[in-house]
């Protein structure tokens, strides 16, 4: 049985040093923004139309699927981290997520570096 794929540190270092100068609380893309894990999809490749207007989930045939799963499975991470991180995205007072989050980015790459 094969374990998660490897990390994808150059997606996880990608997605940090290219956080947005504000992210919102929930998916919801037309609010002016990304949340957390929408930014990661979109920075990953994903076409913003796969998750435009839906708070849970990646509407595609291939890669699709509850939103914290295409993130984990995109990125190489345990479930558990990626639903954290949304986690302290949505509980983080707006003019501290980024902070917030881009220090829990830096965390995960930490622990996943050889």
């Known amino acids: 049985m094969s374990g998660p794929p490897p990390a994808r540190l150059d997606l996880l270092r990608q997605a ?7 992210l919102n609380a929930g ?14 999809l979109f920075s990953a490749g994903l076409h913003h139309i796969t ?12 890669s699709g699927g509850p ?4 993130v984990a499975r995109t990125y190489g991470l345990a479930q558990a981290d990626v639903e954290a991180l949304a986690q302290l995205n949505d509980r983080t007072p707006s003019a501290q997520r980024v902070a917030a989050v881009a220090v829990r980015l830096d965390e995960l790459i930490r622990t996943v570096e050889p």
């Open 67 to 70: 939103a914290t799963d295409v």
């Open 27 to 40: 998916m919801l893309f037309g609010e002016g923004g990304f949340c957390i894990l929408g930014w990661m």
């Open 51 to 62: 998750f435009y207007g839906n708070t849970i989930g990646v509407v595609d045939p291939e």
């Open 16 to 22: 940090r040093d290219g956080l947005p100068p504000h």
